[in-house]
């Protein structure tokens, strides 16, 4: 399996700009986790999502974020309009029931200028 | 809620053995993981406790205290290249799949 895929790999955009980010899990993975890394806040919980349905979203910061997991194998994290205090990388991670290890992407370094 | 705590830093020389320890606060638990690291790439598993005890795998030891909310990761042998960050995770029973990080831990390795 080739692991979490995320993309863009990097992404700079203007404030104001909506951003969208890319995650497709592991196969046959049915939880599905947002995460957003900063220095200041560590790796913070967004959303997570099981058989694609939102579990809890308490960690999405406002309503300019949102996030869609249309069906098993792919999901959107969405920033619009986007704020330069958005700028942090991005995981996308996924695990399957039962399983005790979540297989993290290799993230999204977003920044907004 | 739920909340970890851990140290920011912690140095060690080659060879030696280092303890990351990791207390954690919430409404409901399922387990303890470990993580690590590498220069703001993935985070990649280390292990996973759910009952009280110490788990090992290779040079890599993990212990769970539920009474005492309390972890920690033992790192034996020390290489340079185990220098990285070491991120504490809980999972939260309640919510079922939740997975809550801790701030990390820079370990760095010193020859």
């Known amino acids: 399996d080739a692991g979490v895929i995320q993309s863009p790999r990097h992404e700079v955009t203007e404030m104001g700009q909506e951003v969208t980010l890319r995650c497709k899990p592991i196969s046959g993975h049915d939880y599905l986790f947002w995460y957003r890394q900063t220095m200041m806040r560590g790796l913070e919980l967004l959303i997570y999502?099981?058989?694609?349905?939102?579990?809890?979203d308490s960690g999405m910061p406002e309503d300019r974020f949102s996030a869609k997991m249309p069906n098993a194998s792919f999901s959107t994290l969405k920033i619009q309009p986007s704020e330069p205090r958005d700028s942090a990388v991005y995981f996308c991670?996924?695990?399957?029931?039962?399983?005790?290890?979540?297989?993290f992407g290799q993230g999204t370094r977003l920044t907004v200028v | 809620g739920q909340s970890l705590e851990q140290p920011s830093e912690v140095t060690a020389v080659e060879g030696a053995i280092v303890q990351i320890n990791c207390t954690y606060q919430?409404?409901?638990?399922?387990?303890l993981s470990w993580y690590q690291q590498h220069d703001g790439g993935a985070p990649t598993f280390l292990s996973y406790?759910?009952?009280?005890g110490l788990e090992e795998t290779g040079r890599f030891s993990s212990f769970l205290s539920r009474s005492d909310s309390y972890g920690y990761l033992l790192l034996q042998e020390l290489q340079m290249k185990d220098s990285a960050s070491y991120f504490c995770a809980v999972r939260d029973q309640n919510q079922g799949g939740k997975l809550i990080f801790g701030q990390g831990t820079e370990l760095s390795v010193k020859p």
């Open positions: 406790n759910a009952l009280d």
């Open positions: 999502f099981n058989n694609n349905v939102p579990i809890d």
């Open positions: 991670a996924s695990r399957r029931t039962g399983g005790t290890e979540a297989f």
């Open positions: 919430t409404s409901g638990f399922y387990g």
